[in-house]
C-alpha cells in the first residue's frame, strides 16, 4: 500500500529559553488517522541557516500535507493566512546570527497564502471549546521565514499537497495538553479535507 504522509514541524527553543511548546505539543499530539496516512515530526532549530532547509529536505513523493508550529506569544491557536517576504533584520538565532538582508527570496513575490482550510480549521479548534483565530501575520522571525520558504517551494516545484503555519501559545498562556488536542484537531482536519478532495 502506498502511504500518504503529514509531515509536522515544531521549534526547538528560541535564545534564552528552555523550551518551546510548538515542539512539546506536537510530541504528545496523537491524531487519530485513517487507514493510508502516516505522521511524521520534524524538530527545528530556531536558526536562520538550517530551519528551513531541515524541512524542505524531508517531502518526499509520499507528502501530501505539510502541517508547520510554532510558539507565538499570544492566546489563541493562530492559523495564518499570510507568509510575507520580509523579516526582522534585527531578530537574533540561537546562533547568535541574523539573516542581514531586506527579503527571504530575491526571486520571490511579496507574500505567499497557505494552502491550509482555514475556515475549516478555526471550526474544528473551536469546537474543542479551544480559543483559536485567523492571524493574516506570522511575524518577522524563523516562523514565517520557514512558512514563506515552505509556500516557495510548493510553487516553484508545483509540489502537490497542501501546508501552511499554526502558531501556539506559550505552555504558560495555554497547557500544552490542551495545545496538543488543537494540533490534533489540525491534523485531522487537514487530512479530512484533503480526503474530500480527491
Same mark, same amino acid.
Given at each position: 500500500m502506498i502511504m500518504a504522509t503529514v509531515l509536522t514541524s515544531g521549534f526547538g527553543p528560541f535564545p534564552g529559553c528552555s523550551d518551546n511548546a510548538s515542539w512539546n505539543a506536537l510530541g504528545a499530539a496523537q491524531p487519530d488517522l485513517p487507514p493510508g496516512w502516516n505522521?511524521?515530526?520534524?524538530?527545528?532549530?530556531?536558526?536562520w541557516s538550517r530551519a528551513a532547509d531541515t524541512l524542505l529536505e524531508r517531502i518526499d513523493q509520499e507528502t501530501r500535507i505539510v502541517l508547520a508550529f510554532g510558539q507565538a506569544d499570544d492566546d489563541p491557536i493562530r492559523i495564518e493566512r499570510f507568509a510575507i517576504n520580509a523579516p526582522d533584520a534585527t531578530l537574533i538565532d540561537t546562533d547568535g546570527e541574523r539573516l542581514g538582508r531586506r527579503?527571504?527570496?530575491?526571486?520571490?513575490?511579496?507574500?505567499? $497564502?497557505?494552502?491550509?482550510?482555514?475556515?475549516?480549521l478555526v471550526d474544528a479548534i473551536a469546537a474543542e471549546g479551544i480559543p483559536v483565530t485567523e492571524s493574516h501575520y506570522a511575524g518577522g522571525y524563523l516562523c514565517n521565514f520557514?512558512?514563506?520558504?515552505?509556500?516557495?517551494? #510548493?510553487?516553484? $516545484?508545483?509540489? $502537490?499537497? #497542501?501546508?501552511?503555519?499554526?502558531?501556539?501559545?506559550?505552555?504558560?498562556?495555554?497547557?500544552?495538553?490542551?495545545?496538543?488536542?488543537? #494540533?490534533?484537531?489540525? #491534523?485531522?482536519?487537514?487530512?479530512?479535507?484533503?480526503?474530500?478532495?480527491?
Open positions: 505522521l511524521q515530526r520534524v524538530h527545528l532549530d530556531v536558526a527579503t527571504l527570496c530575491a526571486e520571490g513575490p511579496p507574500a505567499y $497564502e497557505s494552502g491550509l482550510p482555514i475556515t475549516e520557514t512558512f514563506y520558504r515552505l509556500m516557495h517551494f #510548493i510553487a516553484t $516545484e508545483q509540489a $502537490e499537497l #497542501i501546508a501552511g503555519f499554526i502558531h501556539v501559545p506559550p505552555a504558560d498562556r495555554l497547557n500544552l495538553t490542551t495545545t496538543a488536542r488543537a #494540533i490534533q484537531r489540525a #491534523i485531522e482536519t487537514a487530512i479530512d479535507v484533503v480526503g474530500c478532495a480527491e
